[in-house]
């Protein structure tokens, strides 16, 4: 059978402030009447029902979880006690899951990223089942990059060797490049976005944990033994705790041998800061995108979000403005990267109220 | 005797969101710990002691005058029933003190400028008392213009011609001009600015406005002879609505024989938008003006007014922010003029609460 195992285990401080880490950015609504993980689950439901869907987060977030998806068993809100990348999060679900189905498939997605063009990334999505489920690969999507990012890792592929079907061996992956790099990687067009999401058989992934992060599969190797009992929750701490903090991508993903991607084009965006929620929006025609109460005069390609409050505008333009009850950003859309600097800044200045 | 008489009408809608009509610019403390009208008041102290100040503002503000000039007697804060510009102000004014004082010498300020060399300022409205109190002279205190400012009105006058002391016969008033014709002032060397200070006996002002604002005269004539009887409210209230809406400038200076203008130099400012402000403002080494709650990352000349709330700027640069706790003003340096739109708008839509 097919599961989904979204992970939730971000804060998104660059989408501070509206979003704190009592309530990060998948749990807030950053486009439409839904938070981005209700969308991300809703997205899901044509291949996987609610039913055979996890959530990994970490502990605190487990009730904010269990609130906004009343649909999701709530055994399957899974807690993290600590957080510690996506290699751990991943080993907790494969052996949950291994335990109910010991054919399962894993699609794993992450909780906060947006998808314009569903009904495409669900066919491609199918193709990857498919592929994973039949050979036991590990099997990942690639964004047919448009720009030269520089803020997303790239996956290289074997344009010249695809199977059947659309699907290419990877080479690599490559980290976030800088801009010349991003330059070659986008005219060489051997290079796509990497995704994050990632589809594969349980028993595939804890095979390559066992290879390539033998640490965090003994541990999670422990816990399995101990699922079901009343030691599951100390096990499942202490598995944590024994694991190293590592990427899926950087831990196993680079490593392995059976890897396949499947290009796609299907509006994606990981939505990194407020300038791509502005590049994502619809904007008026003087490309100001306006929320809430506000006045606007001789200003143009502003994102404004009003919190209860007025907000007038005068001869402003390419500026981000979120206002909340307690705390107010304005930033410039160049700068969008910085806000994180803020957060990190209330950290050390112990402005604890704010973060 | 020398009476101060302080004109506090004004509604300041360039200060929105910090002035609103129930507390005008200058109830509000734009700099340092006290409002503008109780440093005007302050100001004068070496020179006419509150006992011998009046205040003339609309019957809305007597309250809040009374509130922050505790010094002045209640029965020196005369109310306008309607505004109708400063020559029925200044007339009113004239009634009063001409009542208690046949030589009533008045030195009539604007209740919300900024005068920063005290000192000088009133040495030279000593010398332009001296002046107004032997002479019956309309005198005006003109200053050196330090750029060619359009929003200020301006004073020629006849250097060559000047009578002892640093006094200059006024030649014509002139309007606020266009760039050109301020360029023009400034190179001729013969233009002040207008800074809205007139000194005068009180029986002076009143001939002059019987012969060039004869209704305005006759209305406040009427009211004169009804001053100390229970009519006077009543007798007020009709001076006014039979008065023209006309500046004292344009009503009287500009066509009287007698004016005389001092020129002076003492950091005078009518700060007379949020960019004055800034301007006035001691700035921090990237140029910024921060006040209250406020984190700061790369970002230069901004003024900055936190309410409440916690105030984050990333990447912003030459931008006005003035946050109260219903109200959130963002605005270009450049555009702090256009801020009355703001209110203008705020009007006709409605929107009472914000005005």
Known sequence: MIYSVIMAGGIGSRFWPQSREARPKQFIRV???????????????????????MVVTHERYVALATEQLPEIPEKNILGEPISRNTAPCIA?????????????????????????AEDRFIKILHKAVDMAKNSGALVTIGIQPSYPATGYGYIQYDRSAHESNGIYPVRTFAEKPNEATA????DSGDFLWNSGIFIWRADSILSNLQLYLRSTWAAFQDAYARLGTDQEADAIRQAYHKSARISIDVGVMERASNVYVVPGNFGWSDIGDWRAVYDLSEK?????????????????RCLVN??????????LHDTVVVD???????CHQNSTQQVKNVVDYLHVHQHKDFV
């Not at 009003?306 to 505008?313: F, Q």
């Open 324 to 330: 909340t009850d307690d705390a107010l950003l304005i």
């Open 183 to 186: 330059e070659r990687f986008l």
């Open 284 to 300: 008026n025609r003087h490309g100001n995108v306006l929320k809430g109460n506000v006045i606007i005069h001789n200003s143009s």
């Open 92 to 116: 907790y679900a494969a052996i949950k899951l291994l335990e109910i189905d010991p054919d399962a498939v894993m699609v794993v997605l992450p909780s906060d990223h947006l998808i314009k």
């Open 31 to 53: 486009f439409g009447e839904r938070s981005l993980i209700q969308q991300t689950l809703s997205r899901m439901t044509s291949i996987v029902p609610p039913e055979r869907t």
């Open 306 to 315: 009003s919190g209860k409050r007025l907000i007038a505008i005068v001869g």
